[in-house]
């Protein structure tokens, strides 16, 4: 059961819980029966500011020159922390996003993971030398690099991941000595809540870290507009990312905005392997993954093969109720999104594409769908369908599907079946994505590499150690010896 601490929260900011008279409020509910979790005191503009205000305060007097040995000291406690409630944050996960178990154990498996990391690079920033002597005039002189914090960022999280996520966004700030402005999507707030206890509890100072929950409509604009704010990092739809950049100015802001995956397998590749990664590859957590493989292409002497495979394992997979151990696909987010997806299945149907398995919804579950028959222009192919279903597509040459891959206005992360190693990196030269995983699905992330696409699919890059780049600022210091 979920933490009675939980049924009624709010905003923190400066360490202490926002409750005034007349807040307007805000229901949790659970993606799969609607039933509510908790409810939510949704926080006004003047709130976001004071956060701002709040934690503009402390980077100047503390966090700016907090040493890097309490800095990761502070975020090895919380990974502690964390670990040691596992089972806590995977219940909230189920709940609130909607999320099974078993995914929820593995999430919080990797914010621990990213918290670790960051420990470690929290004592690895470091600049360099410059030779001055190397221009005419330089002798004498001493040039040096270093790497500074650069202040307030405003830290705007989704639902599908809101644990790891948010990590991905706070860690390495504090890592680097910023201050954070976290906001989390309204329908997955309970995670966060508890994560910004966890930091308080492991000694973050007070007002490095303040929470804001409520609508993106009252308090969005103020997150971003803010001078106060150095840098924004957003992960979410192309439409708000857009308008966000645009709003942003100078500021730096770091964009992840999805994609439509392809994934790519060739006559040499490991049929078997593939269609077994792409199960869980097309349809964790619903499909509801930025990475998640929508686009399969098969060469065509193996189609059916894979094909024939790739059905019959889909359709062993388990609908229900996220918080029971043998459920492998939960809800959607929501009804909305549900019938959203349904609909674009038989706008697909009608266009001449062919349901082999799945298409039903009842509520926000929707069976793990596979199409064939689509075409490029169809929405199942061309946009991001954040949903349980897959489109198998054959190819007959590696240069007809790498035009079929890239002609996508995302480019996120790309996977390719191959034995063959010059074709692999031919492939992986050419495919217009952030990254490449050979012999494994699109949808595969690890928390220490540099993550991020190109196009619609955003800008900047998460993964600890290159995240931190971007939340410093470089400065040279020049000497003139005498």
Known sequence: MINTD???????????????????????????????????????????ERAIETAYRVFHEIMKSLPSYRRSDI????????????????????????????????????????????????????????????AIGGENRIGMVRRNPIGVISAITPFNFPLNLALHKLAPAFAAGNTVVLKPAGKTPLSSYMLVKLFEEAGLPKGALNLVIGNGSEIGDVLVTDPRISK??????????????????????????GSNSPNIIFNDG??????????????????????SAQRIYVQRDVYQQFLDQYVSLVQDLIIGDPVEERTDIGPMISEKEAIRAEEWIR???KAGAKVVTG??????????????????EMKVVCQETFAPIVSVIPFDTEEEVIAFANDSDFGLQAGVFTS??????????????????????????????????????????EGVKYAIEDMTEIKFVGIKLT
């Open 270 to 291: 490991d049929v078997n392997e593939a269609a077994k990664g792409l199960v869980r590859g097309a349809f964790a957590f619903s499909g509801q993954v930025c990475i």
């Open 232 to 257: 924004v990092t957003f992960t979410g739809s192309p439409s708000v990312g857009i308008n966000l950049r645009q709003k942003a100015g100078l500021k730096k802001v770091t964009l992840e905005l």
């Open 347 to 349: 706008e697909a149907e």
């Open 6 to 48: 939980l049924k009624h929260i709010s905003s923190l900011i400066n360490g202490e819980e926002i409750v005034r008279s007349g807040m307007k409020t805000m229901d949790v509910t659970s993606p799969f029966d609607g039933k509510a979790v908790g409810t939510v005191s949704l926080a006004t503009s003047e709130d976001a």
């Open 420 to 461: 063959d190693i010059n074709r692999a990196m031919r492939v992986a030269d050419s495919l217009e994505t952030g990254g490449v995983w050979i012999n494994e699905t699109s949808t595969y992330r690890q928390d220490n590499y540099p993550y991020g696409g190109v196009k619609l699919s955003g800008v900047g890059k």
């Open 359 to 376: 298409g039903n919804r009842e509520g926000t579950l929707l069976e793990p769908t596979i199409l064939i028959d689509v075409t490029p």
């Open 75 to 134: 975020l090895r406690k919380v990974g502690k922390l964390l670990e040691e409630r596992t089972e806590e944050f995977a219940q909230v996960l189920a709940l609130e996003a909607g999320k099974p178990i078993r995914d929820g154990r593995g999430e919080v498996g990797r914010a621990v993971q990213v918290l670790l990391f960051a420990a470690d690079e929290a004592k690895k920033i470091e600049g360099e030398v410059v030779p001055m002597d190397a």
